[in-house]
């Protein structure tokens, strides 16, 4: 949904503007207060109500104004019942949904032309979701849709699907379901909503508590969906499978992936799903940001790096962090870095990967080298010595160079580098890309 940010344009009402303190209003007069400046029959092409709790004599008292707007399309009526009893709460959102409906389809809240909504943050769950079906049902089919944080079970995110391919595949473009409790029956209904939206170039599904099983249906729905963007994932079960089917998905694409943004943070892939992704990931070249963070990787993760090769030119964020790769992994990584230029990359993020003093310098001195443009180095929660920790300063730009307060170099053992394989390839990796 286009955001409200920085100045408002001509057509647009954020309910905040004037007054952006989070405040409960229950009062009829205080209500119309905040709506005041808009005035019977203006044409308004977005409004936001959000960040206000209403009680239902506040609703009731802004809802005729609102309803006498025409042309609204893009609607915000995220965390507007916050602290309401459920009764009051399901009333709020009735009201000014029927409301904001008519506003949108010119008096006739059953001709809605909604074509942006985020609904986030109200705890909706499936009699929210009743309540606010004037939004979702009319002549314009949703482009836009946010519906996080909203405690959506498994009935609700069925009926959300019902609603939305009700006339068979769905106008969105943009789809964010976030931080919800659906569980593996919720995912294999999100993932048909997905399955039927050809247009989608922008999906966020994370923190949905999806299994095993609704995070491999959910994989497998993106086959399809060649068109996407920006992709989140975070907080899922993939694990082997899922990271193979998520790597076939990204394989499929005809010519290069459009794919610029790739989050797979906390999807429990380790070292071999992690591996089946990155085959997919060979093709896609315009990637922008990466998150690999919390998927237990070893150093057997980077045994090849061809994937960070494919991005080098447009890749600005890359996040590995939480995992267990330690010196040797780092020492992987570092090659990959050595061997190509990164003048997009702008934040490369380590942490708490259980990395020892050489590995990570060797990887400081790689990323350094091959990304002018690097403004945040972040290395904290690995285990570098105090020597080593004096010479990452030598190396990495005091500006650049994120805190260390959690460095303990305790937690990692350098001897079993000592007898690795590819001790030999991390010393040529440090030697390689070496600060004169």
């Not at 119309?32 to 808009?38: H, I, T």
Request: charge should be negative; proline fraction near 3%; aromatic fraction near 4%.
């Amino acid at each position: 949904m286009a955001g409200f940010e920085g100045a408002l344009p001509l057509d647009a009402f954020d309910v905040c503007a004037a007054n952006p303190a989070r405040e409960h209003v229950a009062e009829p007069d205080a209500a119309l207060k905040l709506v005041e400046e808009l005035s019977n029959g203006q044409a308004l092409r977005k409004i936001k109500l959000s960040n206000k709790s209403y009680g239902a004599k506040a609703a009731k008292a802004i809802a005729e104004k609102l309803a006498s707007l025409r042309g609204v399309k893009d609607v915000d009526v995220s965390d507007v019942i916050a602290g309401r009893p459920e009764a009051e709460a399901l009333e709020v959102l009735e009201t000014l949904a029927t409301a904001l409906a008519k506003a949108s389809g010119y008096g006739d809240a059953k001709r809605s032309r909604i074509t942006s909504l985020d609904v986030s943050d109200n705890a909706l769950g499936q009699k929210g979701l009743d309540a606010l079906l004037p939004l979702f049902m009319g002549a314009a089919p949703l482009v836009h849709l946010k519906t996080c944080n909203n405690g959506m079970s498994s009935a609700a995110a069925h009926q959300l699907k019902d609603v939305l391919t009700s006339k068979g595949v769905t106008s969105l473009e943009s789809f964010h379901y976030f931080n919800n409790m659906s569980g593996d029956e919720g995912a294999k209904a999100i993932a048909e909503i997905v399955q039927k939206s050809p247009d989608l170039t922008d999906l966020r599904f994370s923190g949905t508590r999806a299994g095993r099983a609704g995070s491999l249906v959910f994989a497998e729905a993106l086959r399809a969906r060649q068109l996407l963007v920006t992709v989140d994932l975070a907080d899922n079960t993939f694990g082997t499978d899922g990271g193979q089917l998520l790597g076939e998905w990204l394989s499929a694409a005809n010519g290069a992936s459009p794919l610029e943004v790739l989050n797979v943070r906390d999807c429990s892939l380790g070292d071999d799903g992690f591996g089946e992704l990155c085959s997919g990931l060979e093709k896609c070249d315009n990637l922008r940001a990466l998150d690999f963070s919390g998927n237990e990787l070893t150093a057997d993760a980077f045994t090849s790096t061809k994937w960070l090769a494919s991005c080098a030119s447009t890749l600005e964020v890359l996040q590995v962090e939480e995992n267990e790769f330690s010196s040797r992994g780092a020492g992987r990584l570092a090659k990959g870095f050595s061997a190509s230029q990164f003048p997009a990359l702008s934040t490369f993020v380590c942490r708490a990967s259980e990395i020892g003093s050489r590995g990570a310098l060797a990887l400081a001195r790689a990323v350094v080298k091959a990304a002018p443009s690097l403004k945040a180095l972040e290395l904290d929660g690995n285990g570098l010595s105090d020597e080593a920790l004096a010479e990452l300063a030598t190396v990495v730009p005091a500006d650049v160079l994120g805190e260390l307060e959690d460095n303990d170099e305790d937690l990692c053992d350098e001897d079993e580098l000592d007898d690795a394989d590819d001790v030999d390839d991390l010393a040529a990796a440090v030697a390689g890309v070496a600060v004169a």
